[in-house]
């Protein structure tokens, strides 16, 4: 059926020489009834910490500034971060989390100590805590995912955080909370021991993996005393499988996720055909990890599922230096974006969840300004194409388009990739073009669904150094268009599009 439908609709651009503006042929194959997982919204997480501009003066001004904001949290990137529906945010670090001790950052604010914060060698106020961030992560309609501080913090702190968080009972930390105005528990179920243990620039890192797996046992040991319902993120490590195994061995009944980082450190200066192909080792690095974690959990009779949270990732370029930590992201890093979403929803199975580092000015999907301005960032325009779509079967979809070499990875890259949930309905389409000048005709085939109409959103700009910069934040939009759906979808060069087919 395939071959016949192709060759009909395609055989007379084939046959026809190709000249400098016809558009590079591909095809999507699409089995609907293929159901590869379920599509987890917690791929589609993000990341915020201390740090920088991103709580303070980014999330929170306060209540007595000049800037506009609710109760202190900052309106206009509020109403941008809701604008992504992030089902969950992971708070507060990174670095930060591995020497912050909790219970500093709640009670009266005037009261609250400023401290040295010994991660990123800046002075911490404390004026947003606990209860700031649960305010703030509800109000944007997000799960909270807190780390504790399994750096220089004990496993008894990390249990009172629980406990403060999530009791309904009579004893000490449940009262401070309601006594501060909370009568109902904030009802955290996700909990990361730790943050990157196994780097020499943490607060408190651990020397090997047996080390981390043992301080994991002895902080979920007395963390699940207070609440033995909440789900735990493990210290991972993306490029030391021994680290993992050992985690597994040691402690893999203690954790439901390993947790996961990977920033691609790049440049101005790289090609941008390589930073595009990163995303395919991504998605290799991912499931060779998780392969790993489970092969461990089979020689070590581990019992207890252990799935992957891909915990922070972006892309880092070198301007990003302490202590802002900024960049301005283009639209080469949406594509990279697009093409890291759309493994992720291949991944869902094992990677369920997913956080962007970071949400506002470091690494940022959004750049607020203290005068008011604010930038929402192509690759925060990505984010919106995919949030929109949370719930939904990941259908198998494979794409042929033609490919190029990238030197960096030295491997064979195609130029378009695609990506596909069934939900409501409606088939999602989530297909990257990653030319740089061509644009593609795709013929997309499918398999148990016969749609009639698409629905195309895309981000693509006029040229992949394209930003949206606080002096020029309109200049890449999500562009839009309906039609009939006759079999063809084109994508523009360097694009990210998500087709609604119904
Ligand atoms: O996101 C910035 C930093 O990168 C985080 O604090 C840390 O976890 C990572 O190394």
Avoid at 345 to 350: A, E, F, N, P, T
């Amino acid at each position: 059926m395939f071959l016949a439908r192709g060759a009909g609709a395609v055989s007379s651009s084939y046959l026809t020489a190709k000249t400098a503006h016809d558009p590079m042929e591909a095809r999507v194959f699409v089995d609907s009834l293929s159901k590869l997982s379920s599509l987890s919204s917690g791929i589609y997480g993000q990341f915020i910490e201390h740090l920088g501009k991103c709580i303070y003066d980014g999330i929170w001004v306060g209540p007595n500034s000049k800037t506009a904001n609710v109760k202190g949290f900052r309106l206009d990137v509020l109403e941008a971060v809701k604008g992504i529906k992030p089902p969950l945010v992971r708070w507060p670090g990174g670095n930060f989390a591995s020497s912050y001790h909790w219970e500093e950052g709640i009670g009266p604010r005037e009261r609250r100590p400023r401290v040295f914060g010994p991660a990123w060698g800046a002075e911490e106020p404390n004026e947003f805590g606990t209860c700031e961030y649960i305010e703030w992560v509800r109000m944007v309609g997000a799960e909270p995912f807190i780390v504790v501080n399994a750096g220089n913090g004990s496993p008894e702190e990390a249990a009172r955080w629980v406990e403060f968080c999530n009791s309904r009972g009579n004893t000490r930390y449940a009262r401070l909370r309601r006594e501060l105005g909370y009568p109902e528990p904030f009802s955290v179920k996700l909990w990361g021991v730790g943050n990157e243990l196994y780097g020499r620039w943490q607060v408190g890192f651990c020397v090997d993996g047996e080390e981390c797996a043992r301080r994991t046992v002895e902080f979920v040991n007395q963390m699940k005393r207070a609440d033995p319902s909440i789900k735990i993120v493990a210290v991972g490590c993306d490029y030391d499988p021994g680290w993992n195994v050992d985690m597994v061995r040691v402690a893999g009944e203690y954790f439901d996720y390993l947790s996961i980082h990977r920033y691609v450190f790049t440049s101005h200066q790289k090609r941008y055909e390589d930073l595009v192909a990163w995303p395919i080792a991504i998605e290799e690095d991912l499931v060779a990890i998780y392969r790993t974690v489970q092969m461990a959990r089979a020689r070590y009779h581990v019992k207890r599922e252990i799935k992957l949270a891909f915990d922070e990732w972006n892309v880092w370029y070198p301007e990003a230096q302490p202590p802002l930590l900024t960049q301005v992201t283009r639209v080469k890093d949406a594509v990279f974006t697009g093409l890291v979403l759309n493994a992720l929803q291949r991944l869902s199975g094992i990677v369920p969840i997913a956080c962007f580092a970071q949400t506002v000015n470091v690494l940022p999907l959004i750049l607020a300004e203290d005068d008011g301005r604010i930038a929402l960032t192509p690759q925060y325009l990505v984010f919106k194409l995919y949030a929109e779509v949370q719930k939904g079967d990941i259908v198998r979809a494979t794409a042929f388009s033609p490919s190029y070499h990238s030197g960096e990875l030295d491997r064979v890259i195609p130029y378009v990739d695609a990506s596909a949930v069934l939900a409501g309905g409606s088939l999602h389409l989530y297909l990257v073009n990653r030319h740089p000048d061509e644009s593609a005709r795709v013929e997309v085939f499918i398999r148990g669904f016969t749609p009639s109409t698409a629905r195309h959103e895309w981000v693509a700009g006029s040229s992949v150094e394209d930003a949206n910069t606080l002096d020029d934040p309109n200049r890449v939009k999500i562009e839009r268009a309906e039609y009939p759906f006759k079999g063809i979808v084109e994508l523009p060069p360097h694009s990210v599009n998500a087709v609604t087919l119904s």
